[in-house]
């Protein structure tokens, strides 16, 4: 959305950037477009939304409109609008192509992902536990003014045991203790990270686990700052001691058996989210074994380079995959986080939206929409799944400003040409992107 009516515009110094950035006054009409608006509430044909200075300043029924004089109007005749997705797990900056390291995370790269995120209508991202220090000051920038590509939530740099699965060589400083565990929370409060995210499990029997009194550690040392631990799970057995010790989200699905009633009775008791589920994340560790069917699907192609494209076309790539000692057990424990998701939503539990997207061979942008689908395939109807994408994880990041598209809400959405609700998979038809009412532009990779 541009400005129609600028009626004074000033230079604001963002020194986190280096660069002035020009604000100006705007008023924007967006008109005849069906509104799904992330509440959960039905469809509404024939809307129109006014947006002032990036937020949404009326929303309603076209007959109703008064469109403010000057204003640019947009018409949108046959599209629909939902809320920018929002995903609350995610990692940005440390790949390059299929290569993840840390010294690949500049404030370059993390932009370039933050914007190829945009472009797929992924307008708030909440990175779990692999960021390097420059993260702050880009979050400083977007949170001073009206950005214009994903908006960042962050955990810094998350809780590794020593020995033990997580986090990125370098980057992650693993403890030993619990004492180290609670300094290391402390380090990560005193930076002001969003949130605190641990690494449990054992990856599969081939490292330690976190025990108990670390965990428990950082569950206690966040709580203290007011601050929600989340927790890299596998296990059913994990899952349910890290409920009983107070953890507030779990960023994957239990994977090693169903869910329980106990678990699903606790998880309810004290609040405890699932906050993403995963579910792209699990297939994609096996679905390049064979020639994927996104290869050749300009949505996918449109995000990745075509070195990567060629990477993963490769039959000798593929093959590497199919033969590994844990191809079978991956469609096994993907097939279990279905069930898992479903289980957890029919028994009322909270659900955020994730993907884990960011780390090689998942890639952001095009997961989400993925995710999407595979909720719905999991049993979500398509209203609950693009729910869980914005209006409930808004409300799970206490985002009181974002999530869904209503008065006084910041106009972060997408334009689709084709509905949503009756097929998930139109959720890929981005006509446009905004955030904060700002035109989102296509990017290649």
């Not at 349910?240 to 329980?260: E, M, W």
């Not at 960011?358 to 398509?382: K, N, Q, S």
Request: contains cysteine; hydrophobic residues 45%.
């Amino acid at each position: 959305m541009r400005a129609s009516k600028p009626s004074s515009c000033i230079f604001l110094a963002v020194a986190a950037l280096f660069v002035a950035t020009p604000v100006c006054a705007e008023t924007t009409v967006l008109r005849n477009f069906t509104l799904i608006d992330g509440t959960g509430r039905a469809a509404v044909a024939a809307s129109a939304m006014v947006v002032d200075d990036g937020k949404i300043s009326w929303i309603g029924p076209m007959t109703q409109l008064k469109a403010p004089a000057g204003a640019a109007a947009v018409d949108l005749s046959g599209k629909f609008v939902m809320p920018g997705i929002i995903n609350l797990h995610g990692h940005i900056g440390n790949v390059n192509g299929l290569t993840q390291d840390k010294k690949f995370f500049t404030r370059e790269n993390v932009e370039k992902d933050l914007r190829n995120l945009a472009s797929y209508g992924v307008t708030t991202v909440q990175t779990l536990g692999t960021d390097a220090d420059i993260i702050f000051p880009i979050r400083a920038a977007q949170r001073a003014g009206r950005p214009t590509m994903t908006r960042v939530y962050t955990s810094g740099q998350g809780i590794v045991f020593k020995g033990g699965y997580g986090g990125v060589p370098g980057l992650n400083e693993p403890v030993a203790t619990a004492a180290e565990a609670a300094k290391a929370v402390e380090t990560q409060v005193a930076k002001g990270v969003d949130f605190v995210k641990i690494w449990v499990d054992d990856e599969l029997k081939t490292m330690p686990t976190m025990p108990a009194e670390i965990s428990q550690a950082v569950i206690d040392t966040a709580h203290r700052h007011k601050i929600r631990a989340l927790a890299h799970v596998f296990y059913l057995a994990d899952a349910k001691r890290l409920t009983d010790q107070g953890i507030d989200g779990f960023v994957h699905s239990v994977r090693d058996q169903p869910v329980d009633q106990a678990l699903i009775d606790s998880m309810k008791k004290r609040g405890t989210w699932m906050v993403s589920p995963t579910l792209s994340r699990e297939i994609a560790l096996f679905v390049y074994g064979t020639p994927a069917p996104q290869l050749t699907d300009p949505f996918f192609i449109r995000g990745v380079t075509p070195e990567v494209l060629a990477l993963l076309a490769s039959p000798e790539r593929q093959k590497s995959i199919a033969d590994g000692p844990n191809y079978r057990p991956f469609q096994d424990f993907f097939r279990t986080a279905m069930g898992n998701s479903k289980r957890l939503i029919d028994a009322g539990v909270n659900m955020g939206f994730g993907t884990d997207s960011g780390p090689p061979g998942r890639f952001g942008g095009y997961h989400e929409h993925w995710e999407l689908a595979l909720m719905v395939e999991a049993g979500m109807t398509p209203a609950q799944a693009i729910r869980s994408a914005t209006g409930t994880a808004a409300s799970y990041l206490n985002a009181k400003d974002l999530g869904t598209l209503e008065t006084g809400k910041w106009a972060d959405l997408i334009v689709l040409n084709a509905d949503p609700l009756a097929d998930i998979k139109n959720t890929r038809t981005i006509n446009a992107v905004y955030i904060a009412g700002n035109a989102i532009p296509a990017v290649k990779p």
